[in-house]
């Protein structure tokens, strides 16, 4: 996910995706622990992905309550 893409989203979106993300890391930290996850690198990506939603969303609440 570019942080376009994550800017571009409305607010309720924003929330939609973190809790798909959240999802999936705990899917993959699972997957991880079995010895079943083949992809290694989906981990970090979506670990990323999650940082960059949850700093576009902090960043409109301070947006919000400074104007």
């Known amino acids: 996910m570019d942080i376009q893409d994550v800017r571009a989203k ?6 939609q995706a973190l809790r798909d993300l959240k999802k999936a890391a705990f899917n993959l930290r699972f997957q991880r622990a ?3 996850l083949e992809n290694t ?4 990506r979506v670990r990323r992905d ?3 939603v949850s700093t576009v969303m902090t960043e409109r609440r301070a947006r919000a309550a400074a104007g």
């Not at 409305?10 to 929330?15: H, R, T, W, Y």
Request: proline share 0%.
């Open 34 to 36: 079995s010895g079943q």
């Open 10 to 15: 409305s607010d309720d979106e924003l929330k």
């Open 50 to 52: 999650i940082a960059r």
């Open 41 to 44: 690198a989906e981990v970090r």
